[in-house]
């Protein structure tokens, strides 16, 4: 008689799930981390220079990321470089700063909770995916959730801001899905790739925001606290992260992590102003998280038999 251990079977695709729910929580540290750009910025940088502010952001953690790489981009990732840098920070980061000067927080952020739908939809046209009306439908819904979340009775209307925040959400939805597109070259690692975009935006930014804004003066230690916060973790660290999850990540539930800021910029608020948070904001909350975790679901598909397919 054999005592032979009858091998276990594993269900196909449950590594890589496992592996996948693995790199979505790695992933989601880094809007966790962008949600902290607010009261950052409000708290501790000099107010009324947003392109300096964006300048700070990007290069000094460009120029880092390339030290530690040690690689420039060759051939057609010369271009590649400029135009992700441009959609993913250049363009990005300044938007991004216009539409929280021009409209309050709660607005600012339900627009930039709309870029999971529009990632959807580029990956269509882009990518060529089949439109999942089940993430879509998440991605609504975390929309609603966030809105739930951050808007308040007084909050207004302006259009410049409501154009850059659009603006904005479909610069860096559009610079993830053509990052998932070209992915990266060979060999490279994922700071490499960081750190060519980061170096492109902040070129692209020096002579605008020195001419434009200037260095702002007194520059204390705390904003050099807050400009060091954002360029070396809010920039450097998660940008490595962020590239490294769209690598191994379907994009649009990529793309609904990004949920993650506009809650996290939240609680920062409310803790910070000492002010509960109401039924209706928790109820954001939930909304929002479950469309978040629902939305790394693929839709379970059916055969002609009723079986899983």
């Known amino acids: 008689m ?5 091998p276990v079977p594993v ?4 590594a890589s799930s496992t592996s996948r729910a693995g790199w979505a929580a790695l992933t989601a540290i880094a809007p966790a981390v962008w949600g902290t750009t607010y009261i950052v910025t409000t708290h501790l940088l000099p107010q009324g220079h947003p392109l300096f502010a964006a300048l700070m952001r990007s290069l000094p953690a ?9 690689r420039l981009p060759r051939g057609a990732w010369w271009w590649r470089s400029a135009v992700l840098g441009v959609l993913n920070m250049g363009a990005f980061f300044p938007l991004l700063f216009v539409a929280a000067q021009h409209l309050p927080g709660g607005v600012a952020a339900t627009l930039g909770a709309t870029q999971p739908i529009l990632v959807a939809f580029l990956a269509v ?5 089949k439109l ?40 860096m939805g559009t610079g993830v899905v053509l990052t998932k597109k070209w992915g990266r070259p060979e060999g ?29 003066p ?28 769209i690598r191994r990540l379907p994009v649009a539930p990529t793309a609904l992590l990004g949920l993650l800021s ?6 920062l608020g409310a803790v910070i102003a000492a002010e509960a948070l109401t039924a209706v904001q928790i109820a954001g909350f939930a909304l929002a998280l479950a469309a978040m975790a629902c939305g790394q679901l693929a839709q379970r598909r059916r055969t002609s038999k009723g079986l899983p397919a």
Do not use: C, K, N
């Not at 046209?125 to 995916?129: D, Q, T």
């Not at 960081?194 to 200037?214: F, K, S, V, Y």
């Open 62 to 70: 460009g120029l880092i990321a390339l030290a530690l790489a040690r």
């Open 125 to 129: 046209a882009i990518l060529h995916e």
């Open 262 to 267: 506009p809650l996290v910029a939240a609680v």
């Open 218 to 245: 007194g520059i204390d230690a705390p904003a050099v606290a807050g400009y060091a916060w954002l360029g070396l973790v809010g920039a450097l660290l998660t940008y490595t992260v962020w590239f490294s999850g």
């Open 188 to 216: 490279l690692i994922a700071i490499g790739l960081a750190g060519w975009q980061l170096t492109a935006a902040g070129l692209l930014l020096l002579i605008p925001a020195l001419m434009i804004d200037g260095i702002p």
């Open 132 to 171: 999942s009306a089940w993430r879509t439908a998440w991605g609504l819904a975390g929309m609603v959730g966030v809105g739930m979340v951050v808007l308040g009775p007084g909050a207004g209307l302006d259009p410049i801001g409501i154009i850059a925040g659009i603006a904005g959400a479909a610069s």
């Open 11 to 14: 269900l196909p695709g449950a």
């Open 2 to 6: 054999s005592t032979a251990a009858t």
